[in-house]
């Protein structure tokens, strides 16, 4: 299908636009963004402004009016819709199991279509099922309707994995749980996407879990135009304008720290001290934060050793210090480089 190597597919647009009939204005216009090979990109934006629509066209849900759309070099609109899709996995608030089949028959649904023989579908639909920390032999046989909303959005990434797809389209995946079971789906999907690598466009209204999750995050405005497309260091450290200020909120330095791990802090106390609140290894600096305001103690302890909140507010200023002086730095290439373009012009 798409031409892929080791490191996954890009997905390219080019002047992409849907105008539905009858709307005065079009939901989606003339969008062109690059989506790097094995990077989740999260698409951030108000409501209606066309997030859904611009991710529907790319599984040909919705037929764009104009532009173009490549995965991996690929022209997607050339192609059958239905082959199309069965290469790309899709994952919705909704979930979409189908309740009449089994949670083994809705993960093993395309590898069906797609002719794989039996024992093959059965041992992937093991394979994946333990990928999302589901037991094989307990849900395998149960019915959707028999299963907690959490576990459900489990299935629903399984089965979108179910072919191995180099390209991944969730659609606000974990909107509809509740905040704990949220952070507790997202934290694993961060682990698995460190390992799988797919091409990923992630829809969310939630600011911070684009900022969790996302390698790269566009900020959409109405008619997902693009407010600005970067990381989330970079945005946080510098939006491009209010509109993407107003989106990150007054709280920029703590969502930084949601960014940082403890093991990005080197501890000046190297004792393992257990009286104190245990952070283990991969716990955001936000996280640690919060367990220091919840335990009422201003240290707790990482596997690096004793973490204090002094230690962790220097962490997140020098990060924005780094910041600062990195794009300074590029300022002055870019003007100095503008100088030799100019003197070589004249
Ligand atoms: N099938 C359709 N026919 C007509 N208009 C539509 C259709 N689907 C979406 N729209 C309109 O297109 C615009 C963008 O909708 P879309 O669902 O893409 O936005 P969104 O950013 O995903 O919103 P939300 O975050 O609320 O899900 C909206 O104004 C919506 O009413």
């Not at 539905?20 to 409501?47: H, K, R």
């Not at 990928?131 to 629903?156: C, E, I, N, W």
């Not at 730095?329 to 030799?340: F, H, I, N, P, Y």
Request: aromatic share 4%; with cysteine; glycine share 8%.
């Amino acid at each position: 299908m798409f031409n892929s190597d080791a490191a996954g597919v890009g997905i390219e647009l080019r002047a992409l636009t849907k105008q539905f009939p009858g709307q005065s204005a079009p939901a989606v216009d003339n969008v062109t963004l690059d989506i790097p090979a094995g990077e989740l990109v999260a698409f951030v934006g108000p409501s209606g402004c066309g997030k859904t629509t611009t991710m529907k066209m790319i599984n040909r849900l919705v037929e764009p009016t104009s532009g173009e759309i490549r995965i991996g070099g690929e022209d997607v609109l050339a192609m059958h819709p239905d082959h199309l899709r069965r290469h790309i996995g899709y994952v919705i608030q909704q979930i979409g199991l189908f309740p009449h089949l089994t949670v083994g028959q809705n993960i093993g649904l395309v590898p069906k279509l797609l002719g794989w023989p039996a024992a093959r579908i059965a041992s992937r639909v093991e394979e994946l099922l333990a990928l999302v920390h589901l037991d094989p032999g307990t849900f395998r046989d149960r019915y959707p309707r028999q299963l907690s909303g959490g576990q459900q959005q489990r299935v629903g990434v399984a089965r979108a994995l179910a072919a191995d797809p180099p390209v991944m389209l969730m659609d606000e995946p974990f909107g509809a749980t509740d905040p704990i079971t949220r952070e507790h789906l997202q934290n694993e999907f961060v682990k698995l996407q460190k390992e799988l690598r797919k091409t990923i466009i992630f829809v969310t209204h939630d600011f911070e879990e684009a900022i969790k999750l996302g390698d790269r995050i566009v900020v959409l405005r109405e008619r997902s135009r693009i407010a600005q497309y970067d990381t989330p260091a970079n945005i946080l450290a510098h939006p491009a304008d209010d509109y993407v200020a107003g989106f990150i909120g007054g709280d920029a330095t703590l969502k930084r720290l949601a960014l940082m791990t403890v093991d990005d802090v080197e501890c000046e106390d190297r004792r393992h001290d257990p009286s104190l609140p245990q952070v283990p290894s991969g716990t955001t600096l936000r996280e640690a934060l919060d367990l220091m305001v919840a335990s009422g103690d201003d240290r707790c302890c990482s596997p690096s050793g004793i973490l204090t909140f002094t230690a962790l507010c220097e962490a997140a200023g020098a990060q924005v210090n780094r910041e600062r002086r990195a794009a300074n730095g590029s300022r002055v290439k870019k003007a100095e480089k503008e100088k030799e373009v100019a003197a070589s012009d004249r």
